[in-house]
């Protein structure tokens, strides 16, 4: 029987440490072994939370973020989410820029932390390089404010930081890792985890995934597309040259359907971007064959997508 983790003295405390689980019935016959680490265990049931926290942080010791100042960001949720939180436990008023296109949940979560929602209209409830576009004009505005702190997701190398947490645990808990998955949004997780799992002296192959509908990476050319916190429809700055070993693309409708069985077939519980992660390590898994490894990542709970269509 485990045992309990001792009390700590905030929420902030019990960011990481999450559960890996090795999969049972989606691995076909004559594949890897495929292991999921389960950031849905994270406060506000994402990853984002270790970034988050590691923004804030990492700020407020260079002296760039002090008591009295605002936190502002523009973010699909589960961003925004994690960093309502730890300013609302740090005590800094928090100011993100979301859209319409991005699940209520989310946005609801962001209010319920107190933050000072700020929605910008999408195209047609899609996400769009467009919509990017406007997230820069307006948060290049908000940061003109001197007692306005922009955590910067995109270029802040403390998300490398923060997301390398889980490549240290990977590499505690699994041992030897073969290839390491995941869908690109930031790229922050990708390239945290690659270098921590590099500096456990991991040879694992790093590779990038991105929706087929916005094959920027790929191709060069964005596209309107319906996965929450990935392919912004540019290059993003933490996804340099040797940071990763290859990009793949996965089709969206193959990572909602992978979702849902992710749910009946494993109890894994998670939203569309960690159904493509996991068709894109199976996919590799295949490839590997026996006596390899491949981990992934489950991002968030499916709790932020049930006012939509993934489970319907």
């Known amino acids: 029987m485990s045992i309990a983790p001792a009390p700590v003295d905030s929420v902030l405390r019990a960011i990481g ?19 999921i680490k389960l950031e849905y265990f994270n406060p506000t049931g994402s990853y984002k939370d270790r970034m988050a926290l590691a923004m804030i942080e990492g700020a407020e010791k260079r002296g760039a973020l002090r008591p009295g100042m605002r936190v502002v960001e523009y973010t699909g949720g589960s961003t925004g989410s994690s960093l309502a939180m730890v300013c609302a436990m740090k005590g800094y008023d928090f100011h993100p820029l979301s859209s319409d296109a991005f699940s209520a949940e989310k946005l609801d979560t962001m209010r319920a932390f107190g933050a000072d929602l700020e929605l910008l209209p999408s195209d047609g409830g899609k996400v769009t390089p467009a919509l990017f576009d406007r ?26 930081d923060g997301y ?89 409708n193959a990572g909602r359907a992978m979702a849902r069985r992710a749910a009946r077939e494993e109890g894994i519980f998670a939203g569309t971007s960690t159904g493509m992660n996991l068709a894109g390590a199976l996919d590799v898994a295949r490839e590997l064959g026996p006596g390899k490894v491949v981990a992934t990542v489950a991002v968030d709970t499916g709790l932020k997508y049930l006012a939509g269509n993934l489970f319907k």
């Open 17 to 35: 440490s999450t559960p890996v689980v090795r999969l049972q019935r989606l691995v076909t016959p004559g594949s890897a072994d495929v292991v």
């Open 135 to 160: 997230f820069k004009a307006r948060i290049e505005e908000l940061d003109q404010d001197p007692n306005t702190y922009w955590t910067d997701q995109f270029n802040n190398p403390d998300a490398l």
């Open 164 to 252: 390398g947490n889980i490549g240290r645990e990977l590499a505690e808990q699994v041992g030897k890792v073969d290839a390491f998955v995941a869908m690109v949004g930031t790229a922050g997780m990708l390239v945290g985890v690659a270098r921590a799992l590099k500096g456990a002296g991991s040879s694992a192959r790093i590779i990038a995934l991105e929706p087929s509908t916005s094959p920027f990476l790929t191709t060069g050319k964005g596209g309107p597309h319906r996965v929450e916190g990935t392919a912004a429809g540019f290059w993003p700055p933490h996804l340099t040259a040797g940071s990763y070993d290859e990009v793949r693309v996965i089709d969206e």
